[in-house]
């Protein structure tokens, strides 16, 4: 039976910025996402007996058991309901990215799924609708359509390519006693992080997302993360000690990655934390994703 493989990259947000509470509940967000090479692996595979058959290997906890709430089965379901799927699919999801660290690996996940889904049945689908699944899915999904360096805005889910800033490598610490749900990281958003000056902070973000250089890190989440885990503080500190040019806290935590113009040095410096899950990757460029994916067309 033919089967496609997808990689399913994992991000970081250059700069994050939270511009205040809207009227249906969610953040309005300003953020730059930036797609890393650090990924998990998705197989799809037409199978004769209907229905979604979904393995997670590697470590199934760091997607939790596989059913029918998981994102990649959600996005198979969603997407086979709308291009009439007309056999089943059998899905191997092998996870490295770790879970409640920022980095976005099940909307990832989900992305690689409706991508995957799409080359494994040769159809094709309105880029606006495909689109509109990913957002349903997540308010991540829709970069993963995309990669390399993007503007967020609204939950994050309206998505406008960049151009893309030099290579960059990557420190990625994951503390394996921290994970940071991200529903709790906006309960601890103060009322004056995400209401005062937001004008300001929304020139100044437009200011810098545009810079060929990719601007300079910035997270409000650090803001309300940071206090309640002074580890994720202290293990800033340290990447920057350890030769970082920049340091940030992922999406809303917990993960914490550092920017190096050299790999070595980025080796070097994952010595610093041997209790700590450690990622060497570096930046994807939006042609290296495309390619990376197969050369698939992306929306």
Known sequence: MKSVRVPAYAKVNLRLDVLGRRADSYHELRTIFQAISLHDTLELQAAREPGIELLIAGNSELAGEPGTDNLVYRAIHQLGREIGLQHGVRAVLTKRVPVGRGLGGGSSDAAAALLGLLHLTGKRIDAARLLEIAA????????????????????????????????????????????????????????????????????????????????????????????????????????????????????????????????????????????????????????????????????
């Not at 997540?138 to 359509?145: E, I, N």
């Not at 490598?169 to 991200?182: G, N, R």
């Not at 920049?246 to 999406?251: I, M």
């Open 136 to 299: 349903a899915l997540g308010a991540d999904v829709p970069f993963f359509l995309h990669g390399g360096r993007a503007l967020g805005i609204g939950r994050g889910d309206e998505i406008y390519p960049l151009p893309d800033a030099p290579r960059r490598h990557l420190l990625v610490v994951s503390p394996h006693e921290i994970a940071v749900p991200t529903k709790d990281a906006y309960q601890w958003l103060s009322e004056e992080l995400t209401n005062s000056a937001a004008p300001t902070k929304l020139m100044r973000f437009c200011a810098l997302c545009w810079s060929p250089q990719g601007g300079v890190l910035s997270n409000d989440f650090e803001a309300a993360v940071f206090p309640r885990y002074p580890r994720l503080a202290t293990i800033k500190r340290e990447l920057l000690q350890q030769g970082a040019a920049e340091a940030s806290l992922a999406g809303s935590g917990s993960a914490v990655f550092g920017v190096y113009q050299h790999p070595a040095k980025a080796r070097r410096a994952a010595r610093a934390f041997p209790k700590d899950q450690v990622f060497l990757c570096s930046t994807l460029s939006r042609a290296e994703y495309r390619r990376k994916m197969g050369g698939r067309d992306l929306v």
